[in-house]
């Protein structure tokens, strides 16, 4: 099946400091999709891609979706406390079924 | 405002013993799929439905079973848990209309912790 890397593994940042977190594939995603856990909770989606190229931001989060529809980036700009979790990537090809990376987990320090 | 909702939430099992994980979503969302995940792995495919009694396997499909007889809900059944299976489970919808921009969002109920012991 279609496996995703998802780098880095764990980040750990200071408050206030930018953080760039990404996806590759060896195959081609239609859609990228973005999604934060928190402990104990499930996966809400931070953002979604829908066309190679696309750049969309939610507040201080900006994704793109690669032009070779092979990748993914999320940048999170001038971190705070609440931002600490797991982030998934995911990548669709077609209808339905998802494959997601391993999560990178960010710590943030006060 | 439900959404998705699994139940229970914790359980407890012993190796052996059927247990089954309920899922329902109030969307009418016409896919619902079962996750689990495990420390060190992301959401990894369990099973997967794109509409009332159609299913399908995914990427770990051994040891469950799950029927979709009604579009609101995919219970998940464990037929003879064992300890491999311990994990946190997770249910999760999507509406697919290529048309949407939101059409292929999947959306996550909060999770069932299964220990079987």
């Known amino acids: 099946g279609q496996q995703l890397n998802q780098s880095p593994q764990s980040m750990f940042i200071q408050e206030g400091e930018d953080v760039s977190m990404n996806c590759t594939s060896s195959s081609i995603f239609n859609t990228w999709l973005w999604y934060k856990q928190d402990p104990g909770e499930g996966p809400v989606l931070l953002i979604a891609l829908y066309k190679a190229g696309e750049l969309t931001s939610n507040g201080r989060l900006t994704a793109q979706f690669g032009i070779t529809r092979k990748d993914s980036f999320l940048n999170i700009s001038a971190s705070i406390p609440s931002d600490v979790g797991i982030y998934f990537c995911?990548?669709?090809?077609?209808?339905?079924?998802?494959?997601f990376g391993d999560g990178t987990t960010l710590t943030v320090k006060p | 405002d439900a959404g998705i909702t699994q139940s229970p939430r914790y359980k407890i099992t012993e190796t052996g013993r059927q247990v089954t994980l309920m899922c329902h979503q109030t969307?009418?969302?016409?896919?619902m799929f079962w996750y689990r995940q495990d420390l060190g792995h992301g959401l990894r495919l369990i099973y997967y439905s794109a509409a009332a009694d159609i299913t399908d396997k995914g990427e770990v499909p051994d040891g469950y079973v799950v029927s979709r007889s009604k579009t609101e809900n995919f219970p998940l059944t464990l037929e003879s848990a064992t300890r491999s299976q311990t994990s946190v489970y997770f249910c999760?919808?999507?509406?697919?209309?290529?048309?949407?921009?939101?059409?292929?969002?999947?959306?996550f109920g909060e999770g069932s912790w299964l220990t079987v012991v």
């Open positions: 969307w009418s969302h016409s896919y």
């Open positions: 999760a919808s999507s509406e697919t209309r290529p048309s949407s921009a939101l059409g292929n969002t999947i959306y």
């Open positions: 995911a990548g669709q090809l077609g209808a339905g079924k998802s494959t």
